[in-house]
């Protein structure tokens, strides 16, 4: 009873006043710095294939699977990585199974898919479903 007495004390006294010419500020600055991506390469040791992730600083990061490469990436990453895979395939063709499975995937993940394709594929004859060689 004592303390509430105390604390009504205090609010009687307790008298905010604002001051809207404050010229303090924060620049706020993020707790973990984000670095990009800038190169992936096909990486193999000891008769196993990684990804190899490198980014501007440097840094490399190895992924044994894509499923662990796409648990541990953003949107903005894997964004950045599918450019990157376009613009080295851009002038070949994918040389190996993993190449053709980023772009494949990646496409697959970003791009708006063809909705008349599936529409046609799925299109219904009077002699039943069509069949269309995909």
Known sequence: QKLDEEVEELKKHLHIVPNDEDDVYTVAT???????????????????????????DGS???FLSFLSLLRNF??????VLLQL???RLA??????????????????????????????KNKRTVHGLAKVKS
């Not at 984000?34 to 196993?48: C, I, L, Q, R």
């Not at 002038?91 to 394709?117: G, H, R, V």
């Open 85 to 87: 895979v376009k613009e």
């Open 74 to 79: 953003d949107r903005e990453d894997l964004e």
């Open 91 to 120: 002038s070949s063709k994918p040389k190996n199974f993993s190449d053709d499975f980023l772009l494949t995937t990646l496409t697959y993940m970003f791009e708006k898919p063809y909705i008349q394709a599936q529409v046609w």
């Open 60 to 62: 490399p990061q190895l």
């Open 30 to 56: 993020p707790l973990a710095c984000k670095v990009p991506v800038v190169d992936y390469k096909k990486y193999t040791e000891n008769n196993k294939s990684y990804y190899k992730i490198i980014r501007v």
